[in-house]
């Protein structure tokens, strides 16, 4: 009787139990369930002793299987077989031993496979959404890199033929204007270079860096550098800029980093500086080096950053001060760059006005 | 003559369209639409070559990623392999090559042949030729294919069946 249900229930549920006998063959134990008659059927006829090509390589992993005595059951991958009607059956196989006899079952998967293919369907589909929109956001930010690039090349001209125009002779009024539009194509040009020099950093953001005292840069041979090219650029804005710090210093202080890009963070903010102070104010810079960190500020006496862009300071985009900000790149370059070299940067207002910048930099210590 | 009977195995990154390759040489058919592939799909297909009648079994076995990984036992009995990329990821033919190595020792010496599907989308196509130069001067059958438009399905699966019997008669 016991045995009449379990035969019952396993037709119902549509599974296949097959048995090992001592002769080596294969025997039905269960009813023929839908899947395995209608592939019989086209294999050749009933009886046909051929098994569905899937269920005869696992039928012989099994036969191996059972000669190697191992207690725990060998399963089968999920698999599908499909009715000359189309219907799909996913099947799952299992070999045990119960008890001396040598048993293969296999199951119809049905729901728990929909469930499966549902989750998996939807991991896999997101991570090529994912791939694919991350490779067009590479693609636009090459575009864009390209364009700003080629907006770079007139201002060349632009730049020199004003130059030529302002030394020339002319009255007072044509002077200033040339003037203007000399600053301007200036400013241009400071502007065009921060966003290359975001693309620089962002596209790169494993570019190499030292860390070795002997190949590191010199903070002070950077900040002396810096400090000459912009003296000029200072001077005909009638800005101090001072750093008794450069003066009195006596030895090299390496810094993890790379030369070209810390001197590159050092003019953003310097220009930053600028172009927040008015004529007769001061811009210091000042380093101080610890035993493993160095600090280096960069003041100013404008009007400080207002209380609500603080907090996204550093990110892209977002301008300090109304109307005299260029592009708000600079600080972003800037925190960008020194964190990937374990550094950082942080900003507090002065009082009674101004603003200070501080940048924490790692020394490049031997060993 | 009864026909040759042999073991032909899909292998490669999951929605490179190893489904779609099958389905386009053994259906004529393509969707755009991507259905996942669970486990193993096996599909058959009769050929005649040099008037030698040949029964391919075709193991389309799921694409393998982070959440199912592919085992040697699938490859038992095959006579041959594909390894399927897909064009537009170029990450998915350093897959491709990675489940070759793999799986070389399973395979023997039957004969495989890399696809680098999608060549249809020639837009978004990310693997160079120098690449598929280097595969080509290493030994690898590469061909470009299409299971949208077609290009060199039939012929994939032809060449693989002549390497195929080749090795049998000898
Ligand atoms: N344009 C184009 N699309 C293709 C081509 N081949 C496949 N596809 C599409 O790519 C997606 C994945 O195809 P499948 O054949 O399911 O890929 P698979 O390798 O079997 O995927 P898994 O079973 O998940 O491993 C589907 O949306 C297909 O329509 C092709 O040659 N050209
Ligand atoms: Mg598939």
């Known amino acids: 009787m016991a045995k009449d249900v379990a035969h019952e229930l396993l037709g119902e549920l549509e599974w296949l ?25 086209e294999a050749g006829g009933p009886g046909g002793d051929e098994w569905p090509p899937f269920l005869a390589t696992f039928l012989d992993e ?8 191992v ?17 799909e059956w996913p099947l799952q196989a299992s070999a045990l031993d119960v008890g001396g006899r040598r048993l293969v079952f296999v199951e119809w998967l049905d729901e728990r496979y929909a469930e499966l293919r549902a989750i998996l369907q939807r991991a896999r589909q997101t ?32 730049v020199g033929s004003l130059s030529l125009l302002a030394d020339g002779e002319q009255d007072a009024a044509r002077r200033e204007l040339v003037a203007i539009a000399l600053e301007s194509a200036r400013r241009q040009e400071v502007m065009i270079r921060q966003v290359l020099d975001v693309f620089a950093s962002e596209l790169s953001t494993s570019q190499s860096f030292a860390r070795d005292p002997r190949e590191a840069p010199d903070l002070v041979e950077s900040v002396r550098s810096v400090l000459q090219a912009y003296g000029p650029v200072f001077q005909r804005r009638s800005v101090g800029l001072t750093s008794r710090s450069l003066a009195a210093s006596r030895a090299p202080i390496r810094v993890v980093g790379r030369a070209d890009r810390l001197e590159r963070v050092l003019a953003n903010l310097l220009e930053n500086a600028l172009r927040h102070s008015d004529a007769g104010d001061e811009v210091e810079l000042e380093f101080v080096a610890a035993a493993q960190s160095v600090e280096l500020t960069i003041s100013d006496r404008g ?8 907090a996204t300071l550093f990110q892209k985009f977002v301008q300090s001060g109304p109307s005299r900000g260029v592009a708000g ?15 950082a940067i942080g900003y507090e207002p002065r009082e009674p006005k101004g603003s200070t910048f501080r940048v924490a930099l790692n020394r490049a210590l031997a060993g | ?30 969707s755009e639409r991507y259905q996942t592939t669970i486990g193993v799909q096996i599909d058959k297909k009769e050929l005649v070559i040099d008037g030698r009648p040949l029964t391919i079994m075709l193991w389309d076995l799921y694409g393998e990623d982070e959440f199912q990984k592919l085992s040697a036992s699938f490859l038992r009995g095959a006579h041959g392999a594909f390894f399927v990329a897909d064009g537009t990821r170029a990450q998915s033919v ?7 190595e793999r799986f070389a020792p399973d395979l023997g010496d039957g004969p495989r042949i890399l696809l680098v599907n999608k060549h249809d989308l020639a837009a978004q196509w990310e693997v160079r030729d120098e690449t598929l130069a280097r595969l080509r001067a290493k030994g690898w059958l590469v061909l470009c294919t299409s299971a949208k438009d077609g290009e060199n399905v039939e012929r994939a699966f032809e060449l693989l069946a002549r390497a195929m019997l080749e090795r049998e008669s000898d």
């Open chain 2, 1 to 30: 003559m009864t026909p040759t009977r042999v073991k032909v195995c899909m292998l490669g990154s999951f929605a490179v369209g190893k489904t779609s390759l099958v389905q386009r040489y053994v259906k004529s058919l393509f």
């Open chain 2, 94 to 100: 350093d897959h491709a090559l990675e489940l070759a």
């Open chain 1, 329 to 343: 790149l600079g600080l972003f370059y800037c925190k960008n760059t020194l964190e990937q070299w374990g550094g």
């Open chain 1, 71 to 87: 207690a725990a059951p060998l399963r089968s991958l999920m698999w599908c077989e499909v009715t000359p009607d189309g219907r």
């Open chain 1, 303 to 310: 009007p400080g950053v207002p209380e609500t862009i603080r």
């Open chain 1, 62 to 69: 099994a036969r191996e299987h059972f000669t190697r005595g």
């Open chain 1, 127 to 158: 991570t090529l959404e994912f791939d694919s929109l991350h490779r067009e956001v590479l693609k636009k930010e090459v575009l864009l890199h390209c364009i700003v690039h080629d907006l770079k090349s007139p201002l060349a001209g632009i």
């Open chain 1, 17 to 41: 139990v097959l048995e090992l006998g001592p002769n080596g063959v294969w025997t039905r134990r269960s009813h023929a369930p839908k899947w395995l008659v209608e592939h019989r059927g």
